[in-house]
């Protein structure tokens, strides 16, 4: 009977330890869905797809998009927090989620309810000013904020958002005071400083590339560690003096806590891979975005410095949710 015991024990053992290799054996078996949890179109659907996508050729089975956007990307983060722990549920997650905790009473704990696997890209946030206001650099525009306190305009996403945040980490590191225009969305906010009312905007480079090579706006700075091909004439905060400015949209993906290691360590090596890639470096820095490579474990190290970072911004600005 003792003997019968051992042997059950042992056959319990192996069995145990094989299954994570099975596991990454057969993984995928079926399609992965890839929750986004934005409308489709801009960086985080795009760079997300792009990377999915050559996951499908690389690993034979369809990682497919699925959109639940909501509350800033709180519905589909909190719908991806309930999936199966399997595998087959991806959620791309970005400096939105890490902005969230400090704003909102959320239903999941980001670190608690999913595992990191790889941060994909990131993408640097650039400030821009309509071509009447008189300012052509970074310095020129905090004189003329500090000689006119409250009166210079900017306009954003909306209040909470990463891109006003974006803007007033960058205004109490300058040491000024500016007053705050919230639209619905980055594209409103970029076509009203476009036209003239609102004078100065703080988005994401994919969004105001396109004004700033057209000249209807002017690049004062971009928040990367070196300037962009897309738009080389504007310099970056490092140059103009800030080379403690850090802020823009990043995005990774993480899966449900509880999937096993062997599954994540799998997709993390194959996006690595991917991230080599030439054609998927060109096809980021053509929407204003840099590849970036991190481990499972860094990447988790970058989330919970991000989380501290915009806690410390969403308090000292004294922002307020809506």
Do not use: C
Not at 132 to 148: D, G, H, Q, V, Y
């Amino acid at each position: 009977m003792t003997t019968m015991r051992t042997l059950l024990a042992v056959a319990s053992l192996v069995a145990a330890l094989a299954a994570p290799a099975a596991a990454t054996d057969d993984y995928p078996s079926r399609p992965v869905r890839v929750v986004i949890p934005f409308d489709p179109g801009g960086i985080n659907e795009t760079g997300a797809r792009i990377v999915a996508t050559q996951l499908s050729e690389r690993l034979g089975k369809q990682f497919l998009m699925e959109f639940k956007p909501g509350a800033g990307g709180m519905v589909g983060t909190e719908y991806a927090s309930r999936a199966a722990p399997d595998g087959y549920t991806i959620a791309v997650i970005s400096v939105a989620n890490a902005v969230h905790p400090a704003l909102y009473s959320l239903t999941y704990d980001l670190r608690k309810a999913f595992e990191p696997v790889a941060m994909l890209l990131s993408s640097p946030n650039t400030l821009a000013v309509h071509p009447s206001l008189p300012a052509n650099t970074l310095r020129e525009f905090i004189a003329l904020a500090k000689s006119k306190p409250g009166d210079v305009q900017y306009a954003s996403a909306g209040v909470g958002g990463s891109l006003h945040l974006g803007m007033e980490l960058f205004r109490m590191q300058a040491g000024i005071e500016m007053l705050h225009v919230p639209f619905r969305g980055a594209g409103p906010a970029a076509i009203d400083v476009v036209a003239g009312n609102t004078k100065a905007v703080m988005s994401s480079t994919s969004t105001l590339s396109p004004h700033v090579r057209s000249g209807k706006l002017k690049g004062l700075g971009i928040s990367s560690k070196a300037r962009l091909p897309s738009v080389p004439e504007v310099p970056t905060f490092i140059e103009a003096g800030f080379p403690q400015y850090e802020a823009g949209n990043w995005i990774g993906f993480a899966v449900p806590a509880g999937t096993p290691r062997s599954i994540i360590e799998k997709l993390q090596k194959e996006i690595t891979a991917i991230l080599d890639l030439p054609e998927v470096q060109k096809q980021f820095e053509n929407r204003g975005a840099t590849a970036e490579k991190m481990t499972a474990a860094e990447f988790g190290a970058y989330i919970d410095a991000e989380l501290a970072k915009w806690g410390r911004v969403v308090r000292d600005a004294k922002v307020k949710a809506e």
